[in-house]
């Protein structure tokens, strides 16, 4: 599997810390496959440290939905 498939497979896990630190690599990557994952866990994940995680990894990444809506999920 790939370093984005490794990651965005953590993104899963029960263990928050696990999920934050899965969404920071995903930023460091800069991957734009890693996206649709990192939005899902901006939109749904139940810990705050995981959803602030993934919106820098996005802003990371350059994803101009973030720019389209002013820093919110359209």
């Known amino acids: 599997m790939d370093p984005v498939g490794q990651q965005r497979a953590r993104l ?23 996206v649709p994952a990192l939005v899902e866990r901006l ?18 990444i350059g994803d101009p939905k973030m720019i389209a809506c002013d820093g919110q999920v359209c």
């Open 43 to 60: 939109k749904l994940d139940t810990d705050k440290s995981v959803r602030i995680t993934a919106a820098n990894s996005l802003a990371q």
């Open 12 to 34: 899963a896990s029960n263990y928050a810390p696990s999920r934050r630190e899965a969404a920071a690599v995903l930023g460091r990557l800069g991957d734009a496959r890693a």
